[in-house]
């Protein structure tokens, strides 16, 4: 099987998405489009290297703004699909927030936000659009030397409630401050955490428990508060949080639920009475000792009230920039999860996993454009990159279908600053597909178009 044949093996699916034949097929060859276009990934160049320059465009810009059609559900193949390359009794999936960087002015999703490249000592601002990620972390390390694979299974817009303006009447301000607290970051995780425990018992995962893991900015009350059935939570806590046990009826009094003597992490990591242990993980490219601390049944009076938590400190990881340089720590990380029962080494494996997610958002952005697309329709906004976001997903569970987890044979012979490379990379999967698209024009036949190079370069020379 090749990695063409393996696309569009995945995303035969879709065709229970779409209204119409002719939308589903719209839609795949959108989605190729925008896999092998070169330079930016605007819509128009989308159309001129699938060979439609001289056709009417409109069809193409009306599959988002006018077509009815749930775009979260492309992601539901991929799912299925790649939930038999995830064995174990817990399934991993990483969930965060990127944003999309606009100039126009006149898309209504846009806002002002922190940008997360702006230096520590001065808070820059940028306007664009707000996703929230979902990411499926597939273990490749339990079969090959190889890292996690994130495939994303969730990319659903969330921006936020705008202010009214100056001469906003006292009603108009309390429904802004009422719809805020319904509409934002944190519930929209409680939201997403529920739909996709939801898919994974469509998709014949009801006996797996979803282990949800996010970054600093989920771990709040809100996110605690609302955890789907056979679901837990494992996030990064801060060092200062104000962490308890129980109260002992014969020390606290019989009425109290929460013990007066308080602690946080750091001073857990920094307590020389309870004992580091060590376990191997798999990061890096190879398996390495961690070195933690674990404190069961915790309580977190302000952010997780009456439920109880398990507190994992991870010691700093030395590390050297050559053999010649001097030791140097990366900083502890504290963890909080709702998990009290499975091992901690599983935990562990799946928060280090957890920066798969960060590489599907470079891919994303910096490889395939997501987000280049000028488009201003309040629908098609959210909907565009969604498309382009589930073929990357797509492409991502074919090479595993197709070729396995390992860099093979098939693939370009790499060059010699990167032949140690194990792991085909999504510029290796992209080449791979322009490829064989040009040299099997019939297995795009039933889509009605073919590519060729001079197609492509044309394309992006315009």
């Given at each position: 099987m ?18 119409q ?42 599959l ?11 992601f539901?193949?991929?799912l299925?699909?790649?939930l038999?390359?995830?064995?174990s009794?817990?399934v ?8 999309l ?15 997360p ?16 990620q979902a ?72 006996k ?49 639920f ?21 376990t ?38 030395p ?21 009290l ?57 074919a090479s595993?279908k ?12 790499l ?22 698209m040009?040299q ?5 036949a ?17």
């Amino acid at each position: 099987m090749t990695l063409l044949e393996a696309f569009l093996d995945v995303t035969a699916p879709w065709l229970s998405v779409f209204p119409q034949q002719r939308t589903f097929q719209r839609a795949v060859r959108q989605a190729l489009g925008s896999l092998v276009c070169l330079g930016r990934r605007c819509l128009t160049r989308i159309i001129w290297t699938n060979g439609g320059q001289h056709d009417s465009w409109s069809a193409d810009y009306f599959l988002h703004s006018r077509c009815q059609w749930d775009p979260q559900a492309l992601f539901q193949p991929v799912l299925k699909q790649a939930l038999e390359y995830c064995p174990s009794r817990l399934v991993g999936v990483a969930i965060d927030d990127t944003k999309l960087r606009k100039t126009g002015r006149c898309i209504p999703q846009t806002f002002y936000q922190r940008d997360p490249m702006s230096p520590p000592f001065h808070v820059n601002l940028v306007l664009g659009l707000r996703f929230l990620q979902a990411s499926l972390l597939v273990p490749l390390h339990r079969n090959a030397p190889v890292g996690t694979r994130a495939l994303p299974i969730r990319f659903q817009e969330v921006s936020r409630v705008k202010r009214p303006g100056k001469r906003a009447t006292e009603e108009m301000l309390k429904d802004y401050k009422e719809a805020a607290k319904q509409k934002n970051l944190s519930r929209s995780f409680v939201d997403m955490g529920l739909q996709l425990r939801q898919e994974l018992d469509h998709a014949g995962g009801q006996k797996k428990i979803l282990v949800l893991t996010g970054d600093g900015s989920f771990c709040n009350r809100t996110c605690f508060g609302q955890i789907p059935e056979r679901s837990v939570l494992l996030v990064r806590a801060r060092k200062d949080a104000k962490l308890c046990f129980r109260a002992i009826a014969s020390q606290d009094g019989p009425r109290r639920f929460y013990g007066t003597s308080k602690f946080t992490p750091e001073s857990v990591r920094k307590d020389e009475s309870c004992g580091w242990k060590t376990t191997k993980l798999f990061y890096g490219g190879k398996r390495r000792k961690i070195r933690y601390k674990e404190v069961p049944q915790v309580y977190w009076q302000r952010g997780a009230k009456q439920r109880p938590l398990r507190l994992i400190v991870i010691a700093p990881t030395p590390y050297r920039k050559s053999q010649s340089k001097r030791l140097y720590y990366r900083d502890p990380a504290y963890l909080l999860t709702t998990d009290l029962s499975s091992s901690t080494r599983q935990l562990l494996q799946i928060y280090f996993d957890r920066w798969q997610i960060e590489v599907n958002h470079r891919e994303e952005k910096d490889t395939l454009g997501v987000g280049q697309a000028q488009l201003w329709n309040e629908t098609s906004v959210p909907k565009q990159p969604v498309l382009s976001v589930a073929a990357y997903s797509a492409l991502l569970l074919a090479s595993l279908k197709a070729f396995g987890a390992e860099r093979g044979a098939a693939y370009a012979e790499l060059p010699k600053w990167r032949r140690s490379a194990r792991r085909p990379s999504c510029l290796d999967l992209i080449t791979l597909l322009r490829k064989e698209m040009t040299q099997q024009p019939a297995l795009l036949a039933s889509l009605g178009f073919q590519i060729t190079d001079s197609d492509m370069v044309r394309a992006a020379a315009a």
